[in-house]
């Protein structure tokens, strides 16, 4: 495996080198050490290819693949946006064989692919028994990664995929009732979660704030759990519940800064009552008013510990955050933390400064 830029479209910070005319710049191989569907330890992105058929031996220790040893070709670049894993990648013919191993993360994940160029064809099963699908330019599904699911590319092709651990509080308690889920280029969601993932993957990363890092992360959940609501099939009251959660958690996420949001706001917006909407949350791990006390408080720690807010005060991160006061403030992050608003900044602006 080779550490290379690859894909034109995409910056990369790294200083440009010689190298001869009309050949791709070929830097020392660097042994990966995660699944080639996440980014390095400590890195912000990672940028990887594999060719060939040492390369391919090196790929297969982390997904089981059939490929042609002389004509295997994979680049990938992949960032991590809180707890999202965003690739985009470029192969030539190849198979991902199904081994429901959670394509090689260590948890449950679900995963987004969305088709830009190529055939893609999904399959369980043999090729008597089973489902499969083929998925075509900006075509997409929702892939679950404990399901034994092939994936098989006959010709090149350029893929995004979005990959989540199946317990993402956006996603509370996703039905199971299928091995994947389809949509057409008709599906305008799955069209935006690829085009955004692509503007993100273009970025220079490294430079984000903490807080504009947190902006991109809302941004990208609410774009995945909204495009996960368009595919999937209702399957009777069950799925009704759990689209109605997602759409509670997503609401949270766009409008936690008012300070009147909590059960009776976000019930009267649904048009239910304030009980029928505690019921939706019961058996989750977070109750309504803890999911937008939960929220209010990543948003508030992320301001913190970023330099451009070193000079806004407790009462204007409260409006911002939507505790109301500063008073409110101080007691959720030292709840939270077990320490004062001023220490955690005055430790995050120490780390900025060295």
Do not use: C
Request: charge should be positive; charged fraction near 20%; hydrophobic fraction near 40%.
């Amino acid at each position: 495996m080779t550490i290379t830029t690859p894909m034109a479209p995409v910056t990369t910070r790294r200083p440009a080198q010689p190298a001869p005319a009309n050949r791709a710049v070929r830097q020392a191989r660097t042994t990966t050490t995660t699944s080639p569907f996440e980014p390095e330890p400590s890195a912000t992105v990672s940028v990887r290819e594999w060719r060939g058929e040492e390369d391919l031996a090196r790929f297969q220790s982390f997904i089981t693949t059939s490929a042609k040893p002389d004509t295997f070709h994979l680049q990938s670049r992949t960032a991590r946006f809180g707890s999202f894993d965003v690739t985009y990648m470029v192969h030539g013919p190849l198979r991902f064989e199904a081994t429901a191993d959670n394509f090689g993360h260590g948890t449950k994940t679900l995963r987004m692919v969305v088709v830009l160029d190529g055939e893609v064809v999904l399959r369980t099963g043999d090729a008597t028994h089973g489902e499969h699908t083929t998925l075509r330019r900006r075509d997409g599904a929702l892939v679950l990664g404990w399901a034994p699911v092939s994936y098989t590319a006959s010709a090149p092709a350029r893929v995004v995929v979005v990959d989540v651990p199946s317990d993402h509080d956006a996603l509370v308690g996703l039905p199971e009732t299928a091995p994947f889920v389809v949509g057409g280029s008709e599906t305008a969601l799955l069209s935006a979660l690829a085009a955004f993932a692509l503007d993100l993957l273009r970025q220079d990363i490294e430079t984000l704030t903490p807080a504009v890092r947190a902006q991109v992360t809302d941004s990208l959940e609410s774009l995945f759990s909204g495009t996960v609501s368009t595919l999937a099939v209702p399957s009777g009251g069950d799925w009704n519940r759990r689209s109605q959660r997602m759409h509670v958690v997503r609401y949270i996420a766009t409008h936690y800064a008012d300070p009147q949001l909590g059960p009776t706001t976000l019930a009267a917006h649904l048009g239910m009552s304030k009980r029928s909407l505690q019921r939706l949350f019961e058996g989750e791990k977070l109750s309504v008013s803890q999911l937008v006390q939960a929220k209010r408080v990543d948003q508030v720690l992320l301001r913190l510990r970023d330099p451009r807010y070193a000079g806004t005060s407790l009462d204007e991160l409260a409006v911002l955050t939507g505790f109301g006061s500063a008073l409110a403030l101080r007691r959720a992050v030292q709840a939270a933390t077990g320490r004062t608003p001023s220490a955690l900044r005055q430790e995050a602006l120490s780390g900025w400064s060295a």
